[in-house]
C-alpha cells in the first residue's frame, strides 16, 4: 500500500496559493452560489450509498490444486459467473447467482500457476519431459488412471521431485509464466466495466509450512499496464519463499517499479496451527520486532474472517462467554490434517483474539501488526463464487451438487478428519466504495472500510465518535449522521474531548431476499494497564418481544426452520435493527476497539437443500440450521499521550 | 401489439418444420439418448423460463420538449432525463442536484406530441423559429428569463389552449422542424438503450383534451429508430391529428403495416376524464360503443396507468364504500383543466376497478371486453426526472421542484377551484416480469400484462391464479417455481376448468428493500352476475403479525410509527415479506370474474413531511403528512 499522501498534500498547499493570487470576488458575485444542503438526499453525496459485494478469493482452472480437482473453467467464465450470468460448471450443471456480483479477485495460486492447465492440453513444453507425458498420458486415459495421475502429480510436487527444468518453466523468470500472467491480467482488463463491474487483478501467494496455512491473497489497484510489469510472487525456491517478510519486499518492489499500490490479506488462519498472528516470534524464530510489525500493518489493511473452510472469527476455547463464538468452526488440524489441532494454537488464528494481540504488541512495540479489516470470501476454486445456501457449489469441482457430496469426508488422515457436511457456504466482501471501479475498491479496502458476511447480503453502517445520541438515528440515513460526527468501519476514533465515554451508531439491513434479523451486538477488545487483553460481548439491537433477562442475557429469537421442505418463514426477526450505543464500560487509559456482529435468524444451511432436492439422508451429526452472521471492520480507541 | 398475426403462421410453419428434422437422421436408440436429458439442474436461479426480478420503470416522463413543461421552465431533455432514470445525478431546471435512490431499469420519454420541441426551439433560438417576427420577439423574452420568461409562457398557452396560438409558432407535423424534434427524441432513446442494463423507448403522449376532459394516451414503441423515425407522431389538433381515441388506433395499425413494427398505447389515469374514459354505451362524442371499439381498443391497449401524480385511480370511495382504503390521493374536484366540475354520475366512466367490471359487463354484451388491461403506475413528470419516492420528490413540474413553498401554492384554479401544491401525489412506477432487461422483452411483458404498479415503493409482488394451488405452495422461498407451473401469472387468464374446484391464487409480496414494511395483502374481486349487475369485494388475505379480524370481518391497522416531526419512521410494525394461497370462498363458475391483488404498506411519511422537516415549515392542519403505499397487480379474469 503507497503512502503517497505527504507528497499530496504539498502540491495541494502550493496550489492553493497560487489559486489565491487571482482576483477576489465581491460578496455579491457569490451570493446565490451556496444553495445549500441539496433536497435531494441521494445527491452530492461524498460517501457510499450501498455496499459493493464481492469475492476477494476466488480460484480457476488455471490454479494447479483445481485443475487437478477437475475445475475446467477458466479466467472468463469466472468473469462472466460473478456479473450475473448464467454458465456450465465443470461437472456439467449450469448455474447462475441469484444476484450479480459488483466486483471479483480472482487469485490463482502462484506456484505453478497454469501448469494443469497446458498438462491437459498436452502442452510441448510439457510432454518434451518424461514426468510431463507420463502424466499427459494419464490425463488422456481419463477415468481411474487420470485420478491416480493427479494423485501422483500431488505427492510428486509436494515431495519436490518435479523436474527442476519443468518446474522453472511454470515459475516466474520463464517466457511460459510470463505468458499466462498476461492472461490474467488481459482478461481482467477485459472484464473491469468502470460503474458495472470491477475485475481487480490478484493472485494467492501460497505458503505453506509443513501444512500450516499461511497464504495471503495479493491484490493490485491498477490494471495490466502496471499489474503487467511483474509476475506473482511464489512460494517454491529458487524462485520464491514462504516467509511473509520476503512477500512484503516483493509488493515494496512493485510499488517502487511501477509507482502503483498493491495490498494483500491473509487466508482465515484457523489452519495455520497457531502460526497466523504471532505475538513473541515468526515460525522461523525470528523475534516479532519493530520490522515485522511495521510491514504487516502496512501491507495487510484486510483479513479473511470467513470462508469455505470454516469460520475465523472467534472460537469458543478462546471466547466461552460467547454463546455464537462456535460457528462453523474448523479445528481438527492444519489445512493437509498432517497435525491435529492443540488448544494453545487456537490463539494465534482467530481474528478476535490477533485483534487483541494487536493492541498487545502496539503497547509493546509501537505499532499494531493486527490491525486489519474483516471481509469474508470464498477461497472457492471452482471459478464460481458462490456463497449462498441454497445455490452453493463447494469447494472444489468434486465438490459440486452431487446426492453423497455431504456424507463424502472433505479431508481425512491419521491426524483428523474434516466432513463433507461441514463445508460452509461462506463467505462475501462488502466494500463502502464511493463507486464501482478499481480505484475506489482499493482505497476502500485499504481505509477498511469493509465488512464480511457469511453469504448473505445484509446491508450494516457502523460509526463511532464521542457524541452521538439516539435522535441521531432518527432518520432512514443514518450515514450523514456518522460521517458527520463520527468515523465508519476501519477508523480510528478521533481524539478525546471532554468527559465522556464512545458511542457508536450501529444500523443494519437485512439481504432483500433473505433472512430477517436476530441481533446487533457490539464486540469489545481491551487491553488492561496490567498487560492482559480482554473482550466482551454486548447485545445491542434486536428484534421486537424480547427483554434481557435477569443474567443480562438475550433469549434466542425462535426457529421457523422446516429442515424437511428445506424452507424458513420470516415471521420472526426484522427486516432491520439500528441504535447508539455508549460502551458502559469504557476506561481512557486501555486500548480497545469495536466491532459489530448481526446475526440473522436461523435458516437452513446448504446440506438441506441437497438433502430436499436429491432425496438423501443427511448424516448423523450434521449441522442443519444455522445462523448466518456479518463482521464489521472494528474501530479503534488509542488513549492520548 | 400484434401478437395475432404473428402467432397465426409460426404455428401453421412448427409442425412442417418437425416433419423434416425427424426426417434428417435414424431414430435414435432409446438408451443413447439417457445422458440428453439431465434431471432438474440444482442452481435454482439457473435454466429458468420466467423472470427472476422485477423491472422497474416509468411509462410516462416528459421533458423540455414537452409545451406544457417547456413553459413551465423544463430545460432537462431526453438525454438528461436518461441520464438520471440510469441512476446518475442531474442538476435539475432549478438548478438543485437530484439522484435517484436507485437507479431505474427502464423508462419511456413520453413527449406531448402537439407542439412537441416549441420550447426547445424558443431557447436554442432556432432559425426555424426564430424567422418569424413573434417566433424572434418570443424567442428574445424566453432567453431574457425572469418576467419576461413568464409573459411568454403566458402567451402561449393561453394562445394554444384556445386554439389561437400564431401558425408560426405552431411546430406541425410534416415540418422540418417537427422532424428534427422527433428525430432528437427517437436518437436519444437509441443512444441511451443499452440491453441487459438500461431500456430506453421510443414514445410519445397523445394529449387527446375534449373541452379540458383528459383522454390521454401514451404510445410506446417496441422498436428502434429505423421503424419509428417512418411514422411521425399522431397529434390531437385538427386538421393534422384527431382528439378521438379510434383514430389513434387507426394510426397505431397504419403504422405497423408501414413498418412492420409494434406498438401499444396505455391511457393517462382517467380521474380527469370526467367520465367520458371508459365509456359504456357511448363514446364522448355520442357513437355506440360497438363490438369494433371493443376489439380496438383491447387490441391497442393492453394496460391503463392506475397511479400518478395527478391522483390515484385504482377506486373511489363513492363507487367502493364498503373498502377502507378506496380513498387514497383522490383527485375529483374537476376534470384536467378545472373547467368543469366532478359529479357523482361521472365517476363510474373514470376508475380502473369500475372499468374492470363494466369490462365484463361488455364482453358479455358484446363478445370482447374492451376493458382488460395489466395495470402500472408512472409519473407523468414534467421535469425530466421520474422521481416516486416520497423522500426524494421533484413535483409535477418544474414549478413545482423542491422549495419551501410548494406545498401551499396552488397547482392550477379554474374559477375559485383549485389543486393546492400539496395535493401532488409522490407516485407512481410501473413493474415489468420481463426475462431481461430489453425492448422487446419488457414491451411483450406489457402485451402479457405481466406488470403491475406501485405508488413508488418498489415492493415485489408475485401473484397467480389456478385450481390447485395448496398451502404447502406458499411454503418456498421461490413461489415462482409453483406459480408458474400450475397457474398463470398476472395479467392472465385462468386455464380452463376440469374440475368443480374454486380458483386458487398464490400471492407474495416483499418489501421494498429500503423502504416500509408490508401492512396486509388483499385480493380485490369483482364479478358479473345473472341479471347483468356487476359487485366487487375486497378481501384481507395475508397480514402481518397476530392480529384477528372483528366480528365484522375488519382486520384492525397495523399501527403507525410515523413521527411526522422528523419525517421518519421504524419498521418495528408490519413484516418484511407475505406470502399465502387462497381459494375464492365465494366462486360461482357461471359468473365472469375478474381478480387482482393490492399490496399495503404500514404509514410512512408523505413528501409533505419530508418538505415540512428539512424546510422547517409549519403547514396546514388539513394537509396529510402520513400515506400508506400500495402495489396494485394486474388482474386474473374467469370466463365460463
Not at chain 1, 463502502?432 to 469493509?450: C, G, H, P, Q, Y
Not at chain 1, 422446516?562 to 415471521?571: F, H, R, S
Not at chain 2, 374514459?277 to 355506440?288: A, I
Not at chain 2, 408475485?462 to 398463470?488: I, L, N, Q, T
Amino acid at each position: 500500500m503507497r503512502r503517497g499522501l505527504t507528497a499530496f498534500v504539498l502540491t495541494i498547499l502550493l496550489t492553493t496559493t497560487t489559486a489565491s493570487a487571482q482576483i477576489t470576488p465581491s460578496r455579491e458575485s457569490l451570493s446565490d452560489l451556496y444553495p445549500g444542503k441539496a433536497y435531494s438526499p441521494w445527491a452530492q453525496r461524498a460517501f457510499a450509498t450501498r455496499p459493493l459485494w464481492g469475492d476477494t478469493h476466488l480460484h480457476t482452472g488455471l490454479s494447479v490444486d483445481a485443475g487437478l480437482f477437475g475445475a475446467r473453467l477458466g479466467l472468463e467464465e469466472a468473469y462472466r459467473f460473478a456479473r450475473g450470468e448464467e454458465i456450465v460448471s465443470s461437472t456439467g450443471q449450469p448455474v447462475k447467482l441469484s444476484r450479480p456480483l459488483d466486483w471479483l479477485v480472482i487469485a490463482d495460486h502462484s506456484d505453478a500457476m497454469g501448469f494443469v492447465q497446458d498438462l491437459a492440453k498436452s502442452a510441448p513444453d510439457i510432454v518434451r519431459f518424461e514426468q510431463g507425458r507420463r502424466w499427459a498420458d494419464g490425463f488422456q486415459a481419463g477415468g481411474q488412471t487420470a485420478v491416480e495421475t493427479a494423485l501422483d502429480l500431488i505427492t510428486t510436487f509436494s515431495q519436490g521431485d518435479i523436474d527442476p527444468e519443468l518446474l522453472a518453466n511454470y515459475s516466474p523468470g520463464s517466457d511460459i509464466y510470463r505468458s499466462i500472467w498476461d492472461r490474467v491480467v488481459q482478461a481482467a482488463d477485459e472484464f473491469d466495466d468502470p460503474g458495472t463491474f470491477t475485475a481487480l487483478i490478484g493472485f494467492e501467494w501460497t505458503s505453506l509450512v509443513a501444512g500450516n496455512n499461511l497464504h495471503r491473497n495479493v491484490i493490485f489497484r491498477e490494471g495490466a499496464e502496471k499489474a503487467g510489469l511483474v509476475v506473482p510472487y511464489t512460494t517454491q525456491a529458487p524462485f520464491g519463499s514462504t516467509d511473509p517478510l520476503d512477500l512484503y519486499a516483493y509488493l515494496d518492489a512493485y510499488e517502487e517499479k511501477t509507482g502503483g499500490s498493491v495490498l494483500a490479506l491473509a487466508h482465515n488462519g484457523n489452519l495455520s496451527n497457531g502460526i497466523m498472528f504471532p505475538v513473541d516470534e515468526q515460525y522461523t524464530g525470528r523475534p516479532l520486532d519493530q520490522l515485522y510489525v511495521e510491514q504487516r500493518a502496512r501491507w495487510e489493511p484486510l483479513y479473511e474472517v470467513t470462508q469455505i473452510k470454516g469460520d475465523g472469527e472467534a472460537h469458543p476455547f478462546l471466547s466461552p462467554e460467547d454463546p455464537f463464538a462456535d460457528y462453523e468452526t474448523w479445528d481438527a488440524g492444519n489445512l493437509d490434517l498432517s497435525e491435529a489441532k492443540t488448544t494453545e494454537m487456537l490463539q494465534y488464528e482467530y481474528a478476535r483474539e490477533a485483534l487483541k494481540n494487536g493492541l498487545l504488541l502496539e503497547d509493546r512495540l509501537g505499532t499494531n501488526p493486527y490491525k486489519f479489516g474483516l471481509v469474508g470470501s470464498t477461497d472457492s476454486h471452482t471459478a464460481l463464487a458462490t456463497a449462498e445456501e441454497d445455490n452453493f457449489f463447494g469447494k472444489h469441482s468434486g465438490g459440486e451438487p452431487s446426492p453423497d457430496r455431504m456424507s463424502h469426508p472433505f479431508t481425512e488422515t491419521p491426524a483428523g478428519k474434516f466432513e463433507g457436511y461441514e463445508v460452509v457456504a461462506s463467505g462475501l466482501a462488502a466494500v463502502w466504495a464511493i463507486e464501482n471501479t478499481r480505484d475506489a475498491i482499493f482505497d476502500a479496502m485499504a481505509r477498511r472500510e469493509v465488512y464480511g458476511t457469511t453469504g448473505p447480503r445484509m446491508a450494516v453502517r457502523f460509526f463511532g465518535g464521542w457524541e452521538f445520541t439516539e435522535d441521531d438515528l432518527n432518520s432512514r440515513q443514518p450515514a450523514f449522521r456518522g460521517y458527520e460526527k463520527g468515523v465508519p468501519m476501519g477508523g480510528d476514533l478521533p481524539s478525546r474531548a471532554g468527559g465522556a465515554a464512545p458511542t457508536f451508531m450501529v444500523y443494519a439491513l437485512r439481504d432483500p431476499i433473505g433472512a430477517n434479523l436476530d441481533r446487533i451486538q457490539i464486540v469489545k477488545g481491551w487491553l488492561d494497564s496490567s498487560g492482559q487483553t480482554h473482550e466482551r460481548v454486548y447485545d445491542v439491537a434486536w428484534s421486537p418481544g424480547r427483554q434481557l433477562d435477569s443474567s443480562g442475557r438475550l433469549p434466542a429469537v425462535g426457529n421457523t426452520v422446516d429442515v424437511g421442505a428445506a424452507n424458513w418463514t420470516n415471521t420472526i426477526g426484522a427486516a432491520e435493527l439500528g441504535t447508539v450505543w455508549t460502551d458502559p464500560d469504557f476506561d481512557p487509559a486501555e486500548r480497545a476497539f469495536y466491532y459489530a456482529r448481526v446475526l440473522e435468524i436461523p435458516t437452513p444451511r446448504w446440506i438441506v437443500y441437497d438433502a430436499f432436492r436429491f432425496g438423501v439422508e443427511i448424516p448423523e451429526g450434521a449441522t442443519t440450521v444455522h445462523q448466518e452472521r456479518a463482521y464489521t471492520s472494528p474501530i479503534w480507541y488509542t488513549p492520548d499521550n | 401489439m400484434t401478437p395475432l398475426k404473428c402467432l397465426v403462421p409460426a404455428v401453421a410453419i412448427l409442425p412442417l418444420l418437425a416433419g423434416s428434422v425427424a426426417a434428417q437422421e435414424p431414430p435414435p436408440e432409446a438408451s443413447s439418448l439417457e445422458r440428453a436429458f439431465p434431471t432438474n439442474n440444482y442452481s435454482p436461479y439457473a435454466n429458468r423460463s420466467f423472470p427472476t426480478r422485477v423491472l422497474w420503470g416509468d411509462t410516462h416522463l416528459h421533458t423540455s420538449l414537452s409545451m406544457d413543461a417547456g413553459a413551465f421552465g423544463a430545460r432537462l431533455d431526453p438525454e438528461d432525463a436518461y441520464r438520471f432514470a440510469r441512476g446518475e445525478q442531474v442538476t435539475s431546471s432549478t438548478g438543485v442536484p437530484v439522484k435517484l435512490s436507485r437507479p431505474l431499469d427502464w423508462l419511456v420519454v413520453a413527449d406531448h406530441s402537439d407542439n412537441m420541441g416549441l420550447f426547445t426551439m424558443l431557447y436554442e433560438a432556432d432559425p426555424d423559429i426564430t424567422k418569424s417576427e413573434v417566433g424572434a420577439r418570443l424567442s428574445q423574452m424566453v432567453r431574457n428569463g425572469g418576467t419576461e420568461g413568464v409573459e411568454a409562457a403566458l402567451y402561449i398557452i393561453e394562445r394554444f389552449s384556445n386554439n389561437t396560438l400564431d401558425e408560426e409558432l405552431q411546430i406541425l407535423p410534416g415540418t422540418a422542424a417537427y422532424q428534427s424534434t422527433w428525430e432528437r427524441i427517437i436518437d436519444a432513446a437509441d443512444e441511451f438503450d443499452d440491453p441487459g442494463e438500461f431500456t430506453a423507448f421510443i414514445g410519445y403522449e397523445w394529449t387527446s383534451l375534449v373541452e379540458g376532459n383528459n383522454m390521454h394516451r401514451v404510445v410506446i414503441y417496441r422498436d428502434d429508430g429505423r421503424y419509428a423515425r417512418q411514422t411521425e407522431p399522431l397529434t390531437m389538433t385538427p386538421p393534422f391529428g384527431s382528439p378521438d381515441p379510434r383514430d389513434l388506433w387507426e394510426w397505431m395499425e397504419t403504422y405497423e403495416e408501414r413498418s412492420g413494427g409494434d406498438v401499444l398505447a396505455l391511457a393517462h389515469n382517467g380521474n380527469l376524464s370526467n367520465g367520458i374514459m371508459f365509456p359504456v354505451t357511448e363514446s364522448y362524442q355520442g357513437l355506440p360503443i360497438d363490438r369494433a371499439y371493443a376489439e380496438a381498443r383491447a387490441r391497442w391497449e393492453p394496460m391503463y396507468e392506475i397511479t400518478q401524480i395527478k391522483g390515484d385511480g385504482e377506486t373511489h370511495p363513492f363507487l367502493s364504500p364498503n373498502d377502507e382504503f378506496a380513498d387514497y390521493e383522490t383527485w375529483d374536484k374537476g376534470n384536467l383543466s378545472l373547467s368543469a366540475a366532478k359529479t357523482d354520475d361521472m365517476l363510474s366512466g373514470e376508475y380502473a376497478r369500475e372499468a374492470l367490471k363494466s369490462g365484463l359487463l361488455l364482453e358479455e354484451r358484446l363478445g370482447v371486453n374492451p376493458y382488460k388491461f395489466g395495470l402500472v403506475g408512472s409519473t407523468d413528470s414534467h421535469t425530466a426526472l421520474a422521481t416516486a419516492q416520497e423522500d426524494n420528490f421533484f413535483g409535477k413540474h418544474s414549478g413545482t421542484e423542491p422549495s419551501p413553498e410548494r406545498i401551499e401554492h396552488p397547482v392550477g384554479c379554474f374559477e375559485g377551484v383549485c389543486i393546492y401544491g400539496w395535493e401532488q401525489v409522490a407516485s407512481g412506477l410501473a413493474a415489468v416480469w420481463a426475462r431481461d432487461n430489453s425492448r422487446e422483452a419488457i414491451f411483450d411483458a406489457m402485451e402479457r400484462r405481466e406488470v403491475y404498479a406501485t405508488t413508488g415503493s418498489r415492493m415485489s409482488v408475485r401473484f397467480f391464479g389456478g385450481w390447485d394451488f395448496e398451502e404447502a405452495d406458499a411454503g418456498s422461498r421461490a413461489p415462482a417455481a409453483v406459480g408458474y407451473e400450475k397457474g398463470v401469472p398476472m395479467g392472465g387468464d385462468l386455464r380452463p376448468r376440469t374440475n368443480g374446484a374454486s380458483p386458487s391464487f398464490l400471492v407474495y409480496a416483499l418489501r421494498d428493500p429500503i423502504g416500509g414494511n408490508l401492512d396486509r395483502i388483499q385480493i380485490v374481486k369483482g364479478w358479473l352476475d345473472g341479471s347483468g349487475e356487476t359487485h366487487e369485494k375486497v378481501f384481507d388475505v395475508a397480514w402481518s403479525g397476530d392480529r384477528r379480524p372483528g366480528a365484522d370481518g375488519t382486520l384492525p391497522p397495523v399501527g403507525n410509527t410515523v413521527d411526522v416531526e422528523n419525517a421518519t419512521y421504524f419498521n418495528t410494525i408490519g413484516a418484511s415479506e407475505l406470502i399465502t394461497v387462497w381459494e375464492d370462498p365465494e366462486f360461482d363458475p357461471d359468473q365472469r370474474a375478474f381478480y387482482y391483488a393490492r399490496v399495503i404498506e404500514i404509514p410512512t411519511p408523505r413528501w409533505t413531511a419530508h418538505d415540512a422537516a428539512r424546510y422547517g415549515i409549519s403547514v396546514d392542519p388539513e394537509v396529510p403528512m402520513v400515506t400508506q403505499e400500495r402495489a396494485y397487480t394486474s388482474p386474473i379474469w374467469y370466463t365460463p
